[in-house]
């Protein structure tokens, strides 16, 4: 089995990606088709309203996702926070990612209340791409490089 060298991590904000997008959607893995009626259903359930991070929470969110990282004994080797989605390429770290994910939020989350931000601001879960071979690597370093705002 190949070795796991890093990872490229993606989660949302609140309510700006739901399951039906125009875009399409990830659900288990797998990228689904749009669908407006289920687009809505999700609209009507939300508990409050979508989450747009400004360009000052953006940073405040890098910064605390960087030094989250730090604490962790994590490199990161690309980040782009934008306003309602964040990419990480991280090496890989003897933890599961899942724990990673929830450090990485909870940091940003406790760092923008701090600035009066209230209520959800993350959507449940994450999507991740294993990269197994340096071109991989460097490939999700560019993607996420490319799609800084």
């Not at 490199?75 to 994910?101: G, M, R, S, W």
């Not at 991740?128 to 996420?144: G, M, S, T």
């Amino acid at each position: 089995m190949a070795k796991t060298l890093g990872y490229m991590l993606t989660w949302t904000t609140y309510g700006t990606w739901l399951q039906g997008d125009k875009r399409g959607y990830v659900k288990k893995g797998a990228t689904c088709p749009p669908n407006i009626r289920l687009k809505k259903a999700n609209e009507r359930s939300q508990s409050q309203d979508s989450v747009v991070l400004s360009k000052a929470q953006q940073k405040v969110v890098g910064d605390a996702i960087t030094k989250e990282a730090e604490s962790q004994g994590q490199h990161i080797c690309a980040l782009a926070v934008n306003a309602t989605h964040v990419h990480v390429v991280a090496e890989y770290a003897d933890q599961p990612i899942n724990k990673t994910v929830a450090y990485y939020k909870k940091a940003a989350r406790l760092a923008l209340e701090v600035m009066g931000h209230a209520g959800k601001l993350w959507t449940r879960g994450y999507d991740k791409r294993f990269c197994f071979d340096r071109a991989a690597l460097e490939q999700r370093i560019k993607y996420v490089q490319k799609h800084q705002e």
